[in-house]
């Protein structure tokens, strides 16, 4: 499995990109930068996306991703939870900022949208996908995703304290998560559902006790303002935990 990490911030700029993932260049997760990162010939091997939840920075090139593929005559597959379907109909494809892909052309649309639900297993071009239920101010899931040679990943999307409940679910091979802040904006990160260093150490430790491991880490999701603290944060964590925990950035490319 080879996962490239094309966005791995929540801001942008000219060398930052808003968090997508891609997974052996045909499912993405996210799609905050997709269409931005992928030439044309790229975008036209997706076969599905998969979205944690409505959250602008991460559902932001779906429009630009359905163009492309409507002016190709082909079709995109989404998966995501009912609020993505609301807000991508009502906002976004709702045929006056963009058109109405989730309808046209009738017949066969250029979106189809299949609904998930946590804890329901589902197979994907191949893949064993499993969404988790994962604590944001709005409802957000994760995603374990198993390929055929059984190699096994965990991104967990924008996500705050209190995972205990998932990690029962899940045996990833890489965990792929999210430090917005440092540490000193505990306070917001608690009250905005997001993760600091110590933070994520909390969480890490409880998979350990759980599970009996801890795989490798990577962070994406980071305020860029606010990286180097972060950096500091998580090389402190990872020395503590004896464990590899990274910071993602864009272009990193990760083989299992």
Request: net charge negative; aromatic share 8%.
């Amino acid at each position: 499995m080879n996962i490239h990490i094309l966005g791995a911030h929540n801001c942008e700029s000219q060398n930052l990109k808003l968090v997508s993932l891609l997974i052996d260049d045909t499912i993405a997760i996210d799609a905050g930068s997709l269409a931005s990162s992928l030439s044309l010939s790229a975008q036209r091997k997706l076969k599905a996306i998969l979205l944690t939840h409505q959250h602008y920075d991460h559902i932001r090139d779906v429009p630009a991703i359905a163009m492309n593929f409507a002016l190709d005559g082909a079709t995109i597959n989404i998966y995501s939870i009912p609020p993505v379907y609301d807000n991508l109909t009502t906002h976004l494809l709702n045929g006056e900022l963009y058109p109405k892909f989730l309808e046209r052309p009738e017949g066969n649309p250029t979106v189809r949208f299949t609904l998930i639900e946590p804890y329901r297993a589902e197979r994907i071009e191949g893949y064993d996908i499993l969404a988790i239920s994962v604590n944001h101010t709005d409802p957000t899931v994760g995603y374990q995703i198993t390929s055929h040679d059984g190699k096994i990943a965990l991104y967990t999307g924008d996500t705050g304290p209190g995972l205990a409940d998932c990690w029962g679910y899940v045996s990833p091979q890489l965990l792929i998560t999210e430090v917005t802040a440092p540490d000193s904006y505990e306070e917001f990160a608690r009250r905005n559902g997001h993760l600091t260093p110590s933070l994520l150490k909390e969480e890490l430790t409880v998979f350990r006790e759980l599970k009996g491991y801890l795989p490798p880490v990577v962070v994406v999701h980071m305020n860029p303002r606010l990286e180097k603290e972060i950096e500091a944060g998580i090389a402190a964590v990872a020395k503590a935990l004896n464990n590899s925990i990274k910071l993602g950035y864009e272009g990193m490319k990760l083989d299992l």
